[in-house]
């Protein structure tokens, strides 16, 4: 079964709000933390780590 991956980290990403329950502020932070982080010189080292 092949599942984009954008919609299996939406899933989780629901579910994980929906059972843990964290503040906005958190996961405004680490949204916007992810997506500075990607766009970084830091972006070939964590792909490398992931793959």
Same mark, same amino acid.
């Given at each position: 079964?092949?599942?984009?991956?954008?919609?299996? %980290?939406? $899933?989780?990403? $629901?579910?994980?709000?929906?059972?843990?329950?964290?503040?906005?502020?958190?996961?405004?932070?680490?949204?916007?933390?992810?997506?500075?982080?990607?766009?970084?010189?830091?972006?070939?080292?964590?792909?490398? %780590?992931?793959?």
């Amino acid at each position: 079964m092949d599942v984009p991956l954008w919609l299996a %980290l939406l $899933v989780v990403g $629901v579910l994980g709000v929906k059972l843990i329950r964290p503040p906005w502020w958190l996961i405004a932070v680490l949204l916007l933390g992810g997506y500075l982080l990607a766009d970084s010189l830091l972006a070939p080292v964590i792909n490398s %780590l992931i793959q």
